[in-house]
T-cell receptor, first 116, second 110 residues
Framework: NAGVMQNPRHLVRRRGQEARLRCSPMKGHSHVYWYRQLPEEGLKFMVYLQKENIIDESGMPKERFSAEFPKEGPSILRIQQVVRGDSAAYFC??????????????FGPGTRLTVT | EDKVVQSPLSLVVHEGDTVTLNCSYEVTNFRSLLWYKQEKKAPTFLFMLTSSGIEKKSGRLSSILDKKELFSILNITATQTGDSAIYLCAVSTGYSTLTFGKGTMLLVSP
């Protein structure tokens, strides 16, 4: 049973370019969460998605960031016009249906984004 | 604003020592508290705690939650060099999104 998959593992972008980060949840998991980890900081929640729905995007910056989880295919975190401050490790996590019950989240290996 | 505070921020011990890591929280709509171990990659799930006073145990690791005093501890007995990592505490709230502490960096020296 494959775990959470993320690609690419490392991504280098120049200022002003777009970054696309992909996440495939664990088999049987329908909930996806994106977190960002800045140097010297803890993991910060960004967005929570189910298939074709954004449930909670309270942690997403208002501009340049967007996320989707289509019916088919991986979840995508998109950062437009990247700036140096976007350099961080971006982690995706997945969990099975919650239905009012708390489930643990399993994390992918992360994508380390470097903006030059 | 939800807050999770871990202490100490870093810790150096010798192999064989026992360590206790602390996590306190102030959140609305608490669902559960989770511990993760992070080496140079993905945080690895250790424990999820939802009820006060019930110890969860896995090998040399154990954890307990106090919902009245709003804290949890993670104990590691007979530490080994392979236990060196950052230990993350997170609280699940609302839609089950996680609020993380900054972590405790543990270094076990041989």
């Amino acid at each position: 049973n494959a775990g959470v998959m993320q690609n690419p593992r490392h991504l280098v972008r120049r200022r002003g370019q777009e970054a696309r980060l992909r996440c495939s949840p664990m088999k049987g998991h329908s909930h996806v969460y994106w977190y960002r980890q800045l140097p010297e900081e803890g993991l910060k929640f960004m967005v929570y998605l189910q298939k074709e729905n954004i449930i909670d995007e309270s942690g997403m910056p208002k501009e340049r960031f967007s996320a989707e989880f289509p019916k088919e295919g991986p979840s995508i975190l998109r950062i437009q016009q990247v700036v140096r401050g976007d350099s961080a490790a971006y982690f995706c996590a997945s969990s099975p249906m919650t239905s009012g019950v708390s489930y643990e989240q399993y994390f992918g290996p992360g994508t380390r984004l470097t903006v030059t | 604003e939800d807050k999770v505070v871990q202490s100490p921020l870093s810790l150096v011990v010798h192999e064989g020592d026992t360590v206790t890591l602390n996590c306190s929280y102030e959140v609305t709509n608490f669902r559960s508290l989770l511990w993760y171990k992070q080496e140079k990659k993905a945080p690895t799930f250790l424990f999820m705690l939802t009820s006060s006073g019930i110890e969860k145990k896995s090998g040399r690791l154990s954890s307990i939650l106090d919902k009245k005093e709003l804290f949890s501890i993670l104990n590691i007995t007979a530490t080994q060099t392979g236990d060196s990592a950052i230990y993350l505490c997170a609280v699940s709230t609302g839609y089950s999104t996680l609020t993380f502490g900054k972590g405790t960096m543990l270094l076990v020296s041989p």
